[in-house]
Structure formats: C-alpha cells, structure tokens
C-alpha cells in the first residue's frame, strides 16, 4: 500500500497530506481536504523527492510530503491538528492522515541507526527504513494497547485519568501490552493494576489506529468478576460504576472507548427491556 519514489508531474492531481511540525495543512475553505495539482504547491517542490504514497481516496491517490519543523505561512492554507481532523472528516479520510502522520514520525524518528549510528535510507520496496552500513532495518512503530469496557449488571466502569482531569472526562480502562504478554493477560493486569477489581467473560470486539502517536486499540468488552474499586492515584485518579442514564462526560463515538461504551449501554438497555 505504501509506495515511495513516486513521480509526481506538475499536473498530477491527488489529495496531498502536507505535514509541518506535528499538523497537516488544509485548505482554510469549507473543503476538509487539499485536492489540487502538484503545480499549486510551489512551496513544496523542494520536497518532492520524498513523496510517500500513502493509500487511495475517493479515487485519487493521497501523497505525503513531510515537510518537517519547517514553519509555512500560506494564504489558503492553515497547520490543523490531528484530533481536530478526527472531529471533522470520515473514518476513511482519518485513517489515511493517521497512516501520514506515523509514517512521517517514523521516518523524522529514524535518520540514524539504533544499532551503529550510521544514516538509514528508505528502501524503495517496503516501509522501512535501513543502515547504510550495517543494514539494519526498522519498520514504522506500533505500539498494542488493549482498552475495556466492563459491565457490573446494570452499571459501567467508568475512570477519569490524570490527562482527562482539566476536561472532566471519564472513560474505560487502556494501556499498553508489555512484552512477552497476551493481550488477555494484558486486559486483566491493567484492570486490576488500574481499579484493584478482576473481571470475567473477556470478549473481543475490534480495534482502532490510533496515532497519537503509534497506538493499535485492541477493544473488549469484560463482566465484573470481584474486588472492590481501588484506583492507582497515578493513572487513575477516581472511579465508579455508572448507571446508564447518569454518566459523566465520555468520548465521543469517533473513538473506540465511546463506541465500546455505546455496546455496553446498549446490551444492559436490551436485558433490561
Ligand atoms: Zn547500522
């Protein structure tokens, strides 16, 4: 899917995803995405050796050009961050810039070899970046993360974060897989590192991108098992069991912490009716 040394000619017409600094560029009109011709992005020319092809949309094919910590003033267009992108455009669109953005953090992340110190190079026939000297070869990040959405008869789990605190937001319990665990192993030991409770009936049901910076959400939904509520005081700062028709601020359905809290909601609401 991801293409590089792509020859782009002055009247290619795609979808670019410029990258400045940690936002992407867009057209200050009503139009979420920047569909032109190579030709209207003089500012970018410089770049064009390092055009990535990153997938395909709506028919046109969707480049990246990382223009790094360089500073870019232009009239029509205005530097607007990932998340706010993830408020306005489609799941397909989001999941195209998400794949821009890691794969330009990736490539700013990896100049240099992890092993000799020597400078890596793109190869031409996958992502990845390789020593000049030693051939050592790294791969875009992704770091697993499992979240969960446990369920206690007619009531939802429901923790607020340190981050989440200056928005009193409430969400489900994350966090990221360690090395050598499963992904259930994970879902238990953070729950109970987190919340001090086990849980039962561990279920599977998707997962999601999520690049800030390089996560992959694995989501699952888990009954109550024991224990009582003890939050860590450094992740987690309060939690409690909600009722459906009480809660507090949770994130929106864009997310797959509010869309697994949407089928929680809904299969209490469908045992209760
Ligand atoms: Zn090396």
Redesign the pocket.
Known sequence: MIEQNISVSLDTQAIWLILTEEQVLLPNSDELLLKCEWQDLEFAHAYQEQIVKIGMYKGLSCYLIDMGNEHITHQNLSPTGLRALLNECSDQFFSIAARAWQVALFMRTHRF??????S?QQIDWEMAMQ??????RCYPRISPCIIVAIRRQDRILLAQGKSQQSRNMYSIIAGFVESGETLEQSVHREVMEEVGIKIKNLRYISSQPWPFPHALMMGYLADYDSGEIKVDGKEILRADWFDTNQLPNIPSKLSIAGQLIEQTIAEIQQQNA
Do not use: P
Request: some cysteine.
């Open positions: 070899c992890g092993q000799c110190g020597c890596m020593c000049s000297r030693c051939q050592h």
